[in-house]
Structure formats: C-alpha cells, structure tokens
C-alpha cells in the first residue's frame, strides 16, 4: 500500500491554525535551522581508541563484548551458545561468512537454526532461544550497537529471542552520535540502536532484565 | 491509588482512572492534595524515587558535558523553538517525506477526531487484539477505552502502564507512571487478573508480565504506539524505550498506528544527536535508552516482517493553542520528566495525580491551564514555590517559573482570582509603595501575630518567639498543617541598625 494523505481537510484547517498562531505567511520554507555546534554537543573525538571505549561503554550498558579474529567467529559464537544454554537460534542474515559461521557455531552447540523467514512475521523470533544479528555499526559514545531490517535481515531477532549475539563484520565504529546520525541520509525502514539488555525499574525502581527483550545481548567483534 | 491504610488508620475508596485524569471542574488541588497528605507512604514512595532520579540526572549531565552542559540546553531549546517557529513548513515536509516513504498521514485536530481515525483504521483492517506502547497523547484522548469500547482488546505493553491498567488506575509520572504504587500491590493485580501465584519478587512479577504478554505481542493484528521525536527531513519516527516493548509492539502486528503531537517535530536526523544526548539522562540518568528505534515506513516489498500499514497520526488537541508566541516554548518539552522529580511540590503532593490532568508537576501546571482553560485549572499556576528548580531541570531550557507568573497574571486580569484576594494584594501593593506604610502595617501585624502565640517562649533575646498553633481568619488553613513561629519582639532590621556605629546625618 502506498503512502497517501487520509484526511487533507483536517490537514488544512491544522496548517491554517498553526500560520494564526504563527503570524506566518503561507508557503515560506523554512530558513537553515541552528548548527548543531560540534565543539558543544560532541562527546566522543574521532582519535580516541573506538574499540577500546566503545567495549567499555557496552559492558556498562550490560552487554557483553567478545573480541576475535574472523577464523575464530564460529568458535567464539559457539561458546557463547553453549553458555547461554540455547537449543534453538533464530537468524536472518545475508548470504556470506557471518551466516556460514552462525550456522556452524549453532551445529557445534547442538543447536536448531529457525530461519526468520520459515515462519510468518516474527514467529521465528518467538520461539528461539537466541538470535544472531549482523550489527550495522556500533557507536563508542553510546555502546550502542546497530541494527537495521531490510529485505535479508528482521525486525524481530534482536530483540523477541531471550538471548541477542550481534556480530559486527570488520571496522564500523563511529565515535559519536552525531557521527552516525549524519550518515543517516536515507534511513532504512526500521533502524535500532541497541545499548543494552531490555531493562525495567517499575516496580520500586529496582533494575530488571529481560523484561520484553533479550535478557542478554552479545556483541562480537571480529578483526 | 490503592486502598492502603493512612496515617489516621482509615481505609480510602482508590479513585479510578477516568475520575485521577478527567475531574469534575473546576478542579480543586487541595482535595488531592490532602488525601495525599495523609498517605504517608505514598509519599515516601515518590519522594525517594524522584530524589534518586533527581540526583542521578545532575550527576549523569555534569559527568557527560561538564561545564558546557548549560549551552548544550540552550542549543537543544533553540533547535526545538526553530522548528515551531516554522511548525507548518516542518509539518509539510515530514508529511510528504512519511508520504514517500509509505505511510498513510492522518490529521486530528483533537481528541475525537484522533480517536476516530484509530478506530476507523482498526475497523478497515479488521484488527482485533492491540498492542500499546507507552504514549501520553493516548492518555489525553483517552484512546484505550475508545478501543474496548468498540471491542478492540488492548493491551497496555510497558510494565508500569500494564500495571495501572489492571488496576484501573492512571499513570502519575511521564516517565515512571506507578511511581505511586509498590510491589504488593503488583501482586494482588496480578493474582485477580491473570490468576498469578502471589509473589512480593520484582524479579518473578516481571517474568508473570512477560509471558502474558508474549503471547499477546505473538496474536496481536495492531500495534500502537507514540513518538519522541519525528524527523521532517526523512519523514521518520524516533521511539525510545528501555524494555522492547515498543518496538516489538510496532514490529509484529500488521497494522502500525503511530499518534504522536505536532510538537515532536525536528528538522533533521542530526538534531536527533542533541535530543538523545540529552533525554535519557534528563529522565532516568541512563547514558540513552536501551532501544532508539528509528522507523521509516511501513515494510517494504522483499521483506520479511513488519507492519504492511503504517498510519501515522498527527495530533493538535490544543497545541496550536500553546504555539501562540507567548506560550510557545511550553512546546519545546520532550516529556523527560526532569522537572517532576525536581519539584518540591510534586514531591509534597504524592506525585502526579494531584495535578487532575495528563501532564502533572511543573511542566503540567504550566501546560493544563492552557490546554484545557486556566478557569478549569486555575489551582495549578499557584501550586509552585516558584523556586526554579524546573527551570534547573529542563533539558531544553522552559522558563516553567515564568510561565506560572504569566499564568497568575492573567488569573488576576481576567479576575478569576477572587475579589477579597485581590483587594488584599492592592493594599498590600500600596503598603509596599511607602516606608512608613510598610512599617506601620508590619509593626501591626507583628502585635497581632505575637497575641496568637502559645506555648513556650524562646528566652534567648534575639529569636524570642513563639508558635502559631491554630491561626485567624485566612491563615487558619495554613496553620491546619504546620506551626507558624511569631515574630521577634523586635525586627531584625532594627537590631541589626543597632549594631552598627552610628551614621552620620541625612541618611535615609
């Protein structure tokens, strides 16, 4: 379905409110909005050890962080298969060596692989242990790690599965926020910046895990 | 509010939802208030949890941005204030890029209006079963009773919302809506309504929540949810979370409902760096929410999950009332919470459902008043010590204080205040305007207020004072609560002359 205005009605008599109260002439674009001064707003420079900082912010966040060479991916992600105690992985990862190692890792954990796509939605998601993401990015600033949904990967496996391993191929960190929002030209359907297990303090403001999302989340960077 | 037992061992009927958000008006405070008052419990729950929220937020910003933590709020005020300087430019150009990228844009000019297109949505698609994530413009259209109404089960997904659905309740916080209830009252809901096991552990209730709802997030054919922040450039929503429930409420359903305010709008995704910096510190001291879901569109051909419909719908229920220039930066506010938990008088109230309305604390006393009528809420403007410590707390820079002012302003111009008050603040402004008046009516009321003292004297020659118990006329109500101390025999003022050498002539 394509997108379309529902009501231009409403549309019109909202915009004809908005120039009353105003006092603005119908039609004039607006002007450049403020900078966004960097020498204010920035919190992370482009020379400090990404790597480094961005392992230590994640672990903050409660994630844990692994570091291994590509030859040791399906190693490393089998460990943490095994740890975890997960029978069954959900993934929806594009052809290529993070798909090849998680398919492997799940056969030496002896666990069952649930493609995303055997299942309508995120039923997939639903039902497996641990799902295994390619992480677009991971920002230092933040330990925040991205991930996006397009055609070959899910809106659900990092975040309905009890237990999240993102892998994040080669280089792809950025210091700052700022950094890679200005990257973010045209952003894909769904894109999530991820800084954590789910967490809730609801109930007396005591910190929970797990509550709707992962009760877990790993990040593996491979060299 | 749950039955509980209060400080005079009585139980109190809770009030219920509609009743906390939707009073009778013209809305009295003092009846909340009171009530509150007496709950000493429900006080301690909310001031412990704002006093940790409060420092950890000081403590998180000054540790981030140091002494550039001032100008970086100025900078995320005059991003906001820009794009409601130009709102229809923004509001055309996010509409046209969500249009593009495949969403169906819905205006609703108020609370029916928003309501009626999320019913009709439901009913065109056939939806049943609604998963909600946390949006207080949903509380101001009251839109999850308009669901049930027309048999559309909806399901309240963040844990503290979910809660004060089962029990009927309202939320009272922005941020933390059962900041007013603890753990047991979790487990009796959770025993009457899903037939739980009684457990007090947090650990446990939140695990019986979660199994509940999986399998709600698993059947559901709607999703609901609000929005944070929308980009016009990209034509984006930005939904922050800590528990995944939104973006499992926006990713599994085949029908995505967004209802976001006019005022969410930013022009570019790089301002979005300013907001995030600034909003999870603001409202739980956290570095930035565990989940920033940044959605563009409904799924695209190819893919495999996702919603197939993504409405968006853009509500004004009163804002382009505030967008008026005075009112104006009131809009600017992205429900952080900060200057809840920073407000004495919140603190003093038993939280948010004192303030009879959606937005409670000093952001909502500023806001209410103008949204729904300042005859309707004309309590709220006063109920501030004016001490700033909003002011402090705000990321984007409200002068909330002065807006209350403006607020008392008007309740006097437009004579809602009534006349005995205002004929007492005419004399007291002419008593002020002449020195010896001024003396005159202190020294006056300094003989009177000493009469009324009882109880012991304070000997010491300075302070000697004593305690009003039970005051005269107007002053009775403030003495209800709290002793007032007389004044000194003598001003300080003139001991103070006293002690200084001798001026020389002429001086005043």
């Known amino acids: 379905m394509s997108g379309r205005i529902a009501n231009p009605d409403s549309q019109g008599e909202m915009l004809r409110r908005i120039r009353a109260a105003l006092g603005a002439r119908a039609g004039d674009p607006p002007p450049a909005a403020p900078l966004v001064d960097e020498e204010l707003v920035r919190l992370v420079s482009p020379e400090a050890p990404l790597a480094a900082l961005f392992s230590r912010r994640a672990a903050d966040n409660g994630i844990r962080v692994h570091r291994c060479s590509a030859a040791q991916l399906r190693e490393t992600l089998a460990g943490i298969l095994r740890d975890e105690g997960a029978c069954s992985v959900c993934t929806a990862l594009p052809a290529g060596a993070v798909a090849d190692a998680a398919l492997g890792a799940a056969g030496d954990a002896g666990a069952a692989v649930i493609a995303a796509r055997s299942r309508p939605g995120l039923g997939a998601a639903f039902e497996a242990d641990a799902g295994i993401t390619d992480a677009e990015a991971v920002i230092a600033e933040t330990g925040s790690v991205v991930v996006r949904s397009d055609s070959e990967r899910g809106r659900g496996v990092f975040v309905a599965p009890p237990v999240h391993i993102a892998v994040l191929p080669g280089a792809g960190a950025f210091p700052d926020l700022l950094d890679f929002l200005r990257t973010l030209r045209s952003p894909p359907t769904s894109l999530v910046l991820v800084s954590g297990p789910s967490k809730t303090a609801d109930i007396e403001g005591i910190l929970i895990t797990g509550v709707h999302g992962p009760r877990a989340v790993h990040v593996v960077l491979t060299e | ?508």
């Open chain 2, 1 to 508: 509010m749950s039955a509980r037992p209060t400080a005079a061992g009585l139980e109190e009927a809770p009030l219920k939802g509609e009743e906390i958000l939707s009073p009778r008006l013209p809305y009295h405070m003092a009846d909340r208030a009171e009530r509150a008052a007496r709950d000493v419990q429900l006080r301690q729950f909310v001031e412990s949890a704002s006093e940790i929220k409060f420092r950890g937020r000081i403590d998180t910003c000054r540790s981030a941005f140091g002494d550039r933590y001032d100008a970086v709020r100025r900078l995320a005020g005059a991003v906001k204030q820009h794009a409601l300087d130009h709102l229809d430019g923004y509001l055309q150009r996010f509409t046209d890029a969500a249009v593009a990228a495949g969403a169906v844009v819905h205006f609703a000019l108020d609370a029916a209006e928003a309501n009626r297109i999320c019913l009709a949505v439901a009913q065109e698609h056939g939806c049943r079963l609604c998963v909600k994530s946390k949006s207080m413009v949903t509380e101001e259209t009251r839109l999850v009773p308009a669901l049930e109404a027309a048999g559309i089960e909806t399901l309240e997904t963040d844990l503290g919302e979910f809660i004060v659905q089962l029990d009927d309740d309202a939320p009272s916080h922005i941020v933390t809506p059962m900041i007013h209830k603890d753990r047991t009252a979790v487990a009796r809901a959770f025993v009457r309504e899903l037939g739980a096991e009684y457990t007090e552990d947090p650990q446990r209730l939140t695990m019986i929540a979660r199994a509940h709802m999986r399998e709600k997030f698993r059947a559901a054919d709607l999703g609901i949810s609000g929005a944070n922040f929308l980009i016009a450039e990209t034509g984006s929503l930005v939904v922050c979370t800590n528990e995944g429930n939104a973006d499992l409420s926006m990713a599994a359903p085949r029908v995505h409902i967004a209802l976001v305010g006019i005022e969410k709008l930013v022009p570019r995704m790089q301002d979005l760096a300013v907001f995030l910096k600034l909003l999870a510190r603001s409202a739980t001291a956290q570095p930035i929410t565990v989940y920033t879901s940044i959605v563009t569109g409904p799924r695209k051909a190819g893919e495999h999950d996702g919603p197939e419909h993504l409405h968006i719908v853009l509500v004004d229920n009163g804002r382009t009332e505030l967008l008026r220039e005075e009112t104006r930066e009131l809009l600017r506010c992205i429900r952080c919470g900060a200057c809840l938990n920073a407000c004495p008088v919140y603190r003093k109230v038993g939280g948010g459902h004192a303030y009879g309305a959606v937005y409670s604390g000093p952001i909502g006393a500023a806001i209410t008043p103008v949204m729904k009528g300042l005859g309707a809420y004309a309590d709220l403007p006063r109920a501030s010590s004016l001490c700033g410590a909003c002011f402090q707390a705000c990321p984007v820079h409200i002068d909330i204080p002065a807006q209350l002012v403006r607020l008392r302003n008007e309740l006097v111009r437009r004579r809602i205040e009534g006349w005995g008050k205002r004929m007492v603040m005419r004399a007291w402004t002419a008593a002020l305007r002449r020195r010896w008046t001024y003396r005159a009516g202190a020294g006056l009321l300094r003989q009177v207020m000493r009469a009324r003292g009882a109880g012991p004297r304070v000997v010491d020659p300075i302070r000697d004072r004593r305690w009003i118990e039970r005051g005269l006329g107007p002053l009775r109500a403030w003495t209800k609560e709290r002793d007032l101390p007389t004044p000194t025999r003598r001003p300080f003022r003139d001991w103070w002359a006293a002690q200084l050498p001798k001026k020389p002539e002429g001086r005043r």
